[in-house]
């Protein structure tokens, strides 16, 4: 069994700074992707950065220069530092990966529970 498993939510005011940690843990044999989605409240779930296994790094437009998503490849474990943070950036925040639980299996999507962000003006 997989878990991914975040952490680092929490209430800040605009302007302020958070980092998320979301760390996989259980058989794994290789992640590829990483990435961070956010659901704001009656929106859709959208992707907010993403990181290839080899530190490629792609974000959403309005995140861009203000959000930094890493990884520790060593540790299972990626990252999001997430400054200058506005209202419209509230909203649950999920990690995702792309793994295989064997060499024999094929590349999966898991995703963790979720971590809350809110961001008072």
Partial sequence: QVQ???????????G???K?????????FSINAMGWYRQ??????????SITSGGNTNYVASV?????????NAK??????MNSLKPEDTGVYYCNADLKISIFRPTTTYWGQGTQVTVSS
Wanted: hydrophobic share 40%; proline share 2%; glycine share 14%.
């Fill in 76 to 81: 299972n474990t990626v990252f999001l530092q």
């Fill in 64 to 72: 861009e220069g203000r959000f930094t998503i890493s990884r520790d």
């Fill in 20 to 28: 998320l940690s979301c760390a996989a843990s259980g058989t794994i």
């Fill in 4 to 14: 991914l498993v975040e952490s680092g939510g929490g209430l800040v005011q605009a």
């Fill in 16 to 18: 302020g700074s958070l």
């Fill in 40 to 49: 704001a409240p009656g929106k859709q779930r959208e992707l907010v950065a």
